[in-house]
Every structure is written in structure tokens, then in C-alpha cells.
């Protein structure tokens, strides 16, 4: 798999985390860079992406999470903070290039006291 994520784990309510996704063997552009969630029994869902010069987020992650990007190599980031119980969720990258999408395989977010 060209994407691979990392940064999961357990955190207490309040808490936060930061994850990365790095995209092995990419040339050229990235054109969409995002992570999305799924929560048990519910669908996956959005949560941040960058577009361009353009990040969207989530309402429900707006003024906790933040996306970010490394602009020497092909990673990018997912800041959160002010963890809920309800941000517990399998969390994804999602990386778009070449007209190809492409998704990690995951990584566990559980928030919990």
C-alpha cells in the first residue's frame, strides 16, 4: 500500500494526538491530501483534507483538528486536540494523484478515560 498512517492510540477526554500519513514512492503532485474516520457501525466519514492551498474540515472536528502538510516530503498530518469519546474512530489518509485515489489502511483512535 502506497499510504501508511500513524500516530493512533489511547488518550483521555481533553487530550490529543497527532497523526501522520506518508506516501511511499509518489512522484510529482499530490493533488488531495485527507483523513477520513469510521466509527463501529457507522459509515466513514470525512474529516479534513487539503485541496490545493485549501483545507475543509469537518464540523464536527472544526477548532480542534488541524491538517497540515510537509512541504519537503510526501506526508502530511492530523493535529487533534480536545479529544471527545465520540472522535473514537479507525482513522484513514486519503491521497489523490495522478487522477488515482488512494487510501492507508488505518490506524485506531480511542478516546476513553
Known amino acids: 500500500e502506497p499510504l501508511v498512517e500513524s500516530g493512533g492510540g489511547l488518550v483521555q477526554p481533553g487530550g490529543s494526538l497527532r497523526l501522520s500519513c506518508f506516501a511511499s514512492?509518489?512522484?510529482?503532485?499530490?493533488?488531495?491530501m485527507g483523513w477520513w474516520r469510521q466509527a463501529p457501525g457507522k459509515q466513514r466519514e470525512p474529516v479534513a483534507e487539503i485541496i490545493g492551498f485549501t483545507s475543509n474540515y469537518a464540523d464536527s472536528v472544526k477548532d480542534r483538528f488541524s491538517i497540515s502538510r510537509d512541504r519537503t516530503k510526501p506526508v502530511w498530518y492530523l493535529q487533534m486536540d480536545r479529544l471527545k469519546p465520540e472522535d473514537t474512530a479507525v482513522y484513514y489518509c486519503?491521497?489523490?494523484?495522478?487522477?488515482?485515489?488512494?487510501w492507508g489502511w488505518g490506524t485506531q483512535v480511542t478516546v476513553s478515560s
Open positions: 514512492g509518489v512522484i510529482g503532485d499530490i493533488t488531495v
Open positions: 486519503r491521497g489523490v494523484w495522478f487522477g488515482t485515489e488512494y
